[in-house]
T-cell receptor
């Protein structure tokens, strides 16, 4: 079975400092992995996705993530946090060999950005 | 391009009452998903439609939840009767395709959700 574990339920950083949101995955097959962001009272927005091409994936708003098979990790990073980055972030794995492409979400990490 | 539309945005009901949610996917998207997001958790898939057929409803509590997608466009999700534990945000998403091998057209786009409170 495929699953993701987000290692921190809440992360707090100061504006201008780096962001690291941690995610480990479990998958019997080569996974497709995603990061989604959810701002309060808004829908989920895709930040980036990994589909077995380049292991370093660049997304929107300066975010990037690195797929590390040996560590079964897909951590999300950003060099410099902005106040507008404050939101809930979800690490997601997509079921493979399933005609529906079902997404399996982690529990989420709430990112707070202090001025 | 218009996004996924959902209504209502908020709904408060008492337990044992009925409620219905509506979703209008992005034009041309064949696949539609309903997710349930309980506070403090990630979204969980309830049901997936491919056009007007059900692809996956394994996580749908069928004794009280039902969903339909008439004509392969709009969809409604109903709860009857509601329980306290149904309090959650119900998210609708759509994608152009949903094949076994991930393609750009499989990207799921989410609506703003309906926040349901059951008292």
């Amino acid at each position: 079975a495929q699953s993701v574990t987000q290692l921190d339920s809440h992360v707090s950083v100061s504006e201008g400092t780096p962001v690291l949101l941690r995610c480990n995955y479990s998958s019997s097959y080569s996974p497709s992995l995603f990061w989604y962001v959810q701002h309060p009272n808004k829908g989920l927005q895709l930040l980036l996705k990994y589909t077995s091409a380049a292991t370093l994936v660049k997304g929107i708003n300066g975010f990037e993530a690195e797929f590390k098979k040996s560590e079964t990790s897909f951590h999300l990073t950003k060099p410099s946090a902005h106040m507008s980055d404050a939101a809930e972030y979800f690490c997601v794995v997509r079921r493979i060999y399933n005609q529906g492409g079902k997404l399996i979400f982690g529990q989420g990490t709430e990112l707070s950005v202090k001025p | 391009e218009a996004g996924v539309a959902q209504s209502p945005r908020y709904k408060i009901i008492e337990k044992r009452q009925s409620v219905a949610f509506w979703c209008n996917p992005i034009s041309g998207h064949a696949t539609l998903y309903w997710y349930q997001q309980i506070l403090g958790q990630g979204p969980k898939l309830l049901i997936q439609f491919q056009n007007n057929g059900v692809v996956d409803d394994s996580q749908l509590p069928k004794d009280r939840f039902s969903a339909e997608r008439l004509k392969g466009v709009d969809s409604t999700l109903k709860i009857q009767p509601a329980k306290l534990e149904d309090s959650a945000v119900y998210l609708c998403a759509s994608s152009l395709t949903s094949g076994g091998r991930l393609r750009d057209t499989d990207t799921q786009y989410f609506g703003p959700g309906t926040r349901l409170t059951v008292l």
